[in-house]
């Protein structure tokens, strides 16, 4: 799937990921593309980052997603936060100070 939550706003982007998400609970497999980092958080077991053509990062999204390579990737700065809601726990990226990086 290129993109599947492109031009949605918030409540279908929600309801679209959710589905995408069933899908994989019944055994599909999702090969889904996006340039939303919490999209990887909250519903991947594994993400394959390409930039300038080649693979920068692959593996489980908590283990290779993190604000450097977010920086470099997107120019923006970011701060990963782990979180925690009962018995939910999955990080989020949350831009700092607007998020425009200084660097670019």
């Given at each position: 799937m290129d993109e599947p939550t492109?031009?949605?706003d918030y409540g279908n982007q929600f309801r679209v990921m959710c589905?995408?998400?069933?899908?994989?609970k019944e055994g599909y497999s999702i090969i889904l593309s996006t340039h939303n980092?919490?999209?990887a958080f909250l519903y991947a077991?594994?993400?394959l980052m390409i930039y300038g053509g080649r693979v920068i990062a692959d593996g489980a999204p908590e283990e290779v997603l993190d604000a450097q390579l977010i920086r470099?990737?997107?120019?923006?700065?970011v701060h990963i936060e782990?979180?925690?809601?009962?018995?939910?726990?999955?990080?989020?990226c949350i831009p700092i100070d607007g998020g425009v990086g200084k660097h670019r």
């Open positions: 492109a031009n949605l589905r995408i998400s069933d899908l994989a980092p919490d999209h077991n594994r993400t470099d990737v997107y120019g923006v700065d782990d979180y925690h809601y009962s018995s939910r726990r999955h990080k989020l």
